[in-house]
């Protein structure tokens, strides 16, 4: 069920900003938190890249600088509304992230950023595999999203986001196997990397 701090949020430009901003203190500031799904990997101008649930187009504004070929994807309007605004040099689909309207072994990379706890299990599923199918062989798959955090300190800052500004969903992501569902599909996962007291993970994993 979605609090009232999460409706307020996605409606409010202002208010997401400077909670996202807020949380990625954790990691450095939003600046770093952007980049830790991209460290390692090599892309260049003619990459072909989906921002796989692109939002507003927080991580597109960074993907455009290094690769002309993104192309950002979300089911919202709203939200794809605000991404052509703040960056207009990407390209952009209204579609759901199971259901992807692209053709087999398209990309390079795929990303996506602190979406995958929006998901339902079985949701989470069908995107993993959909996501699978639209890489081309050899690509990758990066990401960064919640973890059960290791170090007890971070338990009651999570717990307390979580409460405010999640659903059950996210709650459900911090007992998933996320390296484990990945090789189930296919994927050779290459790097699983914890931040913030493990209560963030990135991911990278090859098909």
Known sequence: MATILRDLSYRYQWLYDSISRLAALSVGG?????????QGLTIDSGTQVLDLCCGSGQATQLLVKLSQNVTGL????????????NVPSASYVQA????????DCLFDVVHTSAALHEMQPQQLRKIINEVFRVLKPGGVFTLVDFH??????????VSLFLLLFET?????????????????????VSKQTLYAGG???????KK
């Open 30 to 38: 939003e600046g770093r938190f952007r980049q830790l799904a991209l």
């Open 74 to 85: 979300d089911a919202s309007p709203f939200s794809l509304q605000r991404a052509r605004q």
């Open 96 to 103: 759901f992230a199971e259901e992807m309207p692209f053709a």
């Open 148 to 157: 059960t955090p290791i170090n007890p300190i971070f338990w009651p800052g």
């Open 168 to 188: 059950e969903t996210a709650w459900e992501l911090l007992k998933t196997d996320l390296p484990g569902l990945l090789t189930e599909t296919g994927f050779e």
């Open 199 to 205: 209560s963030l993970q990135v991911i990278q994993a």
